[in-house]
């Protein structure tokens, strides 16, 4: 059986066009308790490399917060991606912040 | 005045408009530390350290560009010779550009702590970006804390 052009170009598309990358991850101490995970996502669009501030990115603590507002959130897994779009003039910048919401627990030495 | 001088007032116009319009922050990495919901006695606190550098790359770039418009044989040979000089002692994987003080970034701790004596920090997100300007680079590290007190 004889593929049509069309298909074949489709198809390469999806299996060649790999155009997200993973600038940084990082993992803090994973907690005992698992149950409740939290997420949170911040995004910026970013058109011909406009970008005048990151202040997004300072968003993602108090979206963490709200998320888990009478506990602490733990084992946070910070992942930074870019994604590309069309000739590199858009593309877009992904911060996710994965973690775990325990009961709060003070720090505080004696 | 000769089309060559005409030429060259022309060039140092774009890249003076270009150097003004084009400033841009450029983000490398986010990392965040656990967060703390508990923020009623926390105190936001803030601390950035840069170094302001020059990309020879870019000003290689530049340079061979300019000269070739320009018609100057000298500046696009002063191009290639600091793009040889950038592709021999700046190889490998960089983030942002090359900085004449790599210690500029070691004493944050100590700025944090003496933002926050007697307390500890939490909700930490550390940011490196860098404030890109035609050939001048701001290679900034900026850490976001909130000092709890007890």
């Known amino acids: 059986m004889k593929f049509p052009s069309i298909v074949l170009l489709v198809l390469a598309s999806f299996f060649c066009a790999s155009c997200t990358y993973t600038m940084a991850v990082s993992q803090t101490n994973i907690p005992e308790n698992r149950s409740k995970p939290v997420e949170a996502v911040e995004k910026k669009f970013i058109v011909l490399g406009f970008n005048f501030d990151n202040d997004y990115v300072f968003k993602l603590v108090d979206e963490l917060k709200s998320k888990c507002p009478q506990g602490d959130v733990r084992g946070i897994m910070t992942q930074d991606m870019r994604t590309l779009y069309f000739l590199d003039f858009f593309w877009s910048r992904e911060i996710v912040a994965k973690g775990y919401c325990v009961p709060h627990q003070s720090l505080i030495g004696g | ?150």
């Open chain 2, 1 to 150: 005045m000769p089309s060559r001088y005409r030429r060259l007032t022309e060039l140092a116009f774009c890249f003076g408009l270009w150097s003004l319009v084009s400033s841009c922050a450029v983000l490398h990495k986010v990392q965040l530390s656990d967060v703390e919901s508990q923020t009623i006695h926390g105190k936001p606190v803030s601390i950035k350290v840069s170094q302001t550098t020059i990309d020879l790359r870019e000003t290689a770039r530049l340079a061979q560009g300019i000269g070739k418009q320009a018609g100057s044989k000298a500046l696009s040979n002063a191009g290639n010779a600091l793009e040889t000089y950038t592709m021999l002692f700046q190889f490998g994987p960089r983030t942002g550009a090359p900085v004449y003080n790599e210690f500029y970034a070691r004493g944050i701790p100590e700025q944090l702590s003496e933002e926050c004596k007697s307390g500890y920090l939490s909700n930490i997100t550390s940011v490196r970006e860098t404030r890109s300007y035609p050939i001048v680079k701001g290679e900034i590290v900026r850490i976001d804390a909130y000092c709890f007190q007890p």
